[in-house]
């Protein structure tokens, strides 16, 4: 039996989890490169494969092209990346890792947002090239945070903001009023959360309903003060309509790190505009989460040779 651990670019997998503890019989292969193209000849011979989250497209096309294929562990609970539908029909079992810790994409998204107020990226660069205060960087204190989003990671961006005393609004199609009061976040609509944010963050799952809901009509609610965060994907933000806003400086700022195509092209409008600061998709890719999934891993395979998978993904 073979078992391949691909994606590992940040080459963690080894010093994070005891890999001595399979059985001697089982080859184990380790494969460092991002791994988008070349899937099927390489994992071809694999009867486990362990990937990290959605650097690789396990579709329909590339799973029937993997007859040993049994187990396939991902990282975290969710991978969009994985036809489940395609995996189930192919008898392949799927089992996922626990995410670490969710405040690492809270400390981003507040990295991004301070970045961008306090002109984090431009003063660095002024300072390094003889300049001394190329900029007035603008306050959070007694600025709005909207929150698209009240879970987990929304909740903890909010957190924060109120010890900085900004107050905080929310909304998202299932909030309600008895999670608003529980974190003391005033719910609102949507038009209002849009409309009333000095920031805005985004922190809510894609999915066809929320694919898209920040739109043209919802970033030309917003001032022309305001900043836009998103940390969570990619397409729920309508890209095209927010480089129009940022181009006609409708908007302050964006902080993204995450992006319809990833990696974000070469010739990505994005990476030309100046009221930006981008990040590589690493709000939850901490070295400390890495390693604890690494560690889930490991124990996903053992239960399955031992008959009994753990956090299997229905």
Request: glycine fraction near 8%; charged fraction near 25%.
């Given at each position: 039996?073979?078992?391949?651990?691909?994606?590992?670019?940040?080459?963690?997998?080894?010093?994070?989890?005891?890999?001595?503890?399979?059985?001697?019989?089982?080859?184990?292969?380790?494969f460092?490169?991002r791994?988008?193209?070349?899937?099927?000849?390489?994992?071809?011979?694999?009867?486990?494969?362990v990937?990290?989250?959605?650097?690789?497209?396990?579709?329909?096309?590339?799973?029937?092209?993997?007859?040993n294929?049994?187990?396939?562990?991902?990282?975290?609970?969710?991978?969009?990346?994985?036809?489940l539908?395609?995996?189930?029909?192919?008898?392949?079992?799927?089992?996922?890792?626990?995410?670490?810790?969710?405040?690492?994409?809270?400390?981003?998204?507040?990295?991004?947002?301070?970045?961008?107020?306090?002109?984090?990226?431009e003063?660095?660069?002024g300072?390094r090239?003889?300049?001394?205060?190329?900029?007035l960087?603008?306050?959070?204190t007694?600025?709005?945070?909207?929150?698209?989003?009240?879970?987990?990671?929304?909740s903890?961006?909010?957190?924060?903001?109120?010890?900085?005393?900004?107050?905080?609004?929310?909304?998202?199609?299932?909030?309600t009023?008895?999670?608003?009061?529980?974190?003391?976040?005033?719910?609102?609509?949507?038009?209002?959360?849009?409309?009333?944010?000095?920031?805005?963050s985004v922190?809510?799952?894609?999915?066809?309903?929320?694919?898209?809901?920040?739109?043209?009509?919802?970033?030309?609610?917003?001032?022309?003060?305001a900043?836009?965060?998103?940390?969570?994907?990619?397409?729920?933000?309508d890209?095209?309509?927010?480089?129009?806003?940022?181009?006609?400086?409708?908007?302050?700022?964006?902080?993204?790190?995450?992006?319809?195509?990833?990696?974000?092209?070469?010739d990505?409008?994005?990476?030309?505009?100046?009221?930006?600061?981008?990040?590589?998709?690493?709000?939850?890719?901490?070295?400390?989460?890495?390693?604890?999934r690494?560690?889930?891993?490991?124990?996903?395979?053992?239960?399955?040779?031992n008959?009994?998978?753990?956090?299997?993904?229905?």
């Amino acid at each position: 039996m073979k078992l391949a651990i691909i994606n590992d670019y940040q080459r963690l997998s080894q010093e994070s989890a005891d890999w001595s503890r399979l059985p001697d019989d089982l080859e184990l292969d380790v494969f460092y490169d991002r791994l988008s193209t070349g899937a099927a000849e390489l994992l071809a011979p694999y009867d486990i494969v362990v990937t990290s989250r959605e650097e690789t497209l396990f579709d329909r096309a590339l799973i029937e092209q993997l007859p040993n294929l049994k187990l396939l562990v991902t990282h975290a609970g969710r991978n969009a990346a994985l036809d489940l539908e395609a995996l189930r029909d192919q008898g392949v079992v799927v089992c996922g890792t626990g995410y670490g810790y969710a405040n690492a994409t809270v400390e981003l998204a507040w990295g991004l947002i301070l970045s961008l107020a306090k002109l984090i990226p431009e003063e660095d660069l002024g300072v390094r090239a003889g300049e001394w205060g190329l900029h007035l960087p603008s306050g959070l204190t007694g600025k709005t945070l909207g929150v698209l989003g009240l879970g987990q990671l929304g909740s903890g961006v909010a957190r924060v903001a109120q010890a900085l005393d900004m107050p905080v609004i929310a909304w998202s199609e299932n909030l309600t009023e008895a999670r608003c009061a529980e974190l003391n976040v005033r719910r609102v609509g949507k038009d209002e959360l849009f409309a009333q944010s000095d920031v805005l963050s985004v922190h809510t799952i894609l999915s066809d309903r929320t694919r898209g809901v920040v739109g043209a009509r919802e970033i030309a609610l917003m001032k022309p003060t305001a900043l836009l965060i998103n940390t969570s994907r990619g397409p729920i933000v309508d890209e095209t309509a927010l480089v129009d806003a940022l181009r006609r400086h409708a908007i302050a700022g964006a902080g993204l790190d995450v992006f319809d195509v990833e990696p974000l092209p070469y010739d990505h409008p994005l990476r030309s505009l100046p009221n930006t600061v981008l990040t590589p998709h690493i709000g939850g890719r901490t070295r400390e989460n890495f390693a604890a999934r690494y560690r889930d891993a490991l124990e996903d395979v053992l239960a399955w040779l031992n008959g009994a998978p753990i956090r299997v993904i229905e």
